[in-house]
């Protein structure tokens, strides 16, 4: 017996309605950069893209996987010992002395703040044993991520010719760093102090927009020659959070680029939330009055213009809910569509546990039941036994009794 139990489960199948399928059309955003996208961070959604897939060169962009990869595999307080190999690299630098030590959060921060390559080389080669090591586990990870059209030949981003991504996979992989809660703090930061063996300085951030933009909140900056001038930003304001990437534009206009893109997701588009993790969903009947409450195992949004009028429908599927249930046990899922296309689903599962019925079927309790007739049978002979030996012992002296007199 099942039992939709949740008031805005009927509201919004009456209001999720397809009123139009002329979806809402904005004029698209202009950049300057060759290669530029919009994503909704949170679902990944693409909500505008020029040249998305297209390879590109990453510059310093490629040090937020670096940057991830130490996140996951080391510990913010390990003591780096630098090498004479990471104090030879060009570029921008923290000016590392060989055999200097820097516990690795101090040089996360110099990586992604000051964008120190210097500062790179000396966490792959910790994290990775060698340079080559941990090139090997960017590419590794890449895939993982599913950023297969790029390939990683350093931890820093100078040019070299098995260096490339696309601004789809970039946004994969800053995605997945921006999950990371000590990664969002760093790349956050405007400002740290630094305290070398041979520089103290300030270090500042060179993501400009953290400065001025509302919401911004990341991630990091790149250039080369090659690359051009590179931007990967991100802004949230209440609700909702986007992720830009610009590459491959010009110093004076990456920056107005990537506020255009931020703009234009602000601006024209909506959050529309569809489920809340927990909401109950169903109450599902399992005999001798016990139910079980189906609820959403995770929250679930989508992102569609401010003016559209076409939204979301649902379907919920439930398998059949037999006892015994395990609280947390998935029993279904509700399937999301915008038009004839899906756009997601959330599994469903129990909220409450419900026992199994005991019944003769079952062994041990068969077991149980012949073990205890067995043990009253016994009882019942034991006092038969008894009783015949009283009746007896006492039925003799009676009978000596009466001879006497």
Known sequence: MLKLVKPFVAAILGTIILLSLVPAVFAQPEITGSTGLLVDMETGKVLYE??????VAPASTTKILTALIALEKGYLNDLVTVSERATQVEGTIVWLQPGEKQPLENLLYAMMLNSANDAALAIAEHIGGTVEEFVQMMN????????????????????????????????????????????????GTKTRPWRGQSWESQLLNLNKLLNYYEGANGIKTGYTSEAGWCLVASAKREDQEF???????????????????????????????LIEAGDIIAEVNVGRGDTVKVVAKNSFHYLLPKDSKL????????????????????????????????????????????????????????????????????????????????????GSRRYRYRIRY
């Open 311 to 394: 939204v979301p429908q649902q379907k919920i599927e439930l398998s059949q809910v037999l006892r015994p249930v395990q609280a947390g046990q998935e029993v279904g899922k509700i399937i999301y569509f915008l038009g004839e296309e899906k756009i997601g689903e959330v599994p469903l599962i129990a909220q409450n546990r419900v026992k199994k019925l005991v019944t003769f079927r079952d062994w041990w309790f068969r077991v149980t039941f012949v073990m205890l007739v067995l043990w009253v049978l016994n009882l019942l002979r034991r006092t038969l036994v008894n009783r015949r030996r009283h009746s007896r012992l006492y």
């Open 140 to 187: 590794e990870k890449a895939k993982e991520l599913g950023a297969t059209a790029s390939h990683f030949a350093n931890p820093h981003g100078l040019p070299a010719p098995d260096h490339y991504t696309t601004a789809y996979d970039m946004a994969l992989i800053a995605r997945a760093a921006m999950e990371n809660p000590k990664f969002r703090e760093i790349v």
């Open 243 to 273: 992720l830009t990437l610009v590459f491959n534009s010009t110093s004076d206009k990456v920056w107005k680029d990537a506020e255009e893109l931020l703009d234009y997701g602000f601006e024209n588009f909506r959050k529309f939330q």
């Open 50 to 55: 020029k040249n998305a897939r297209k390879r």
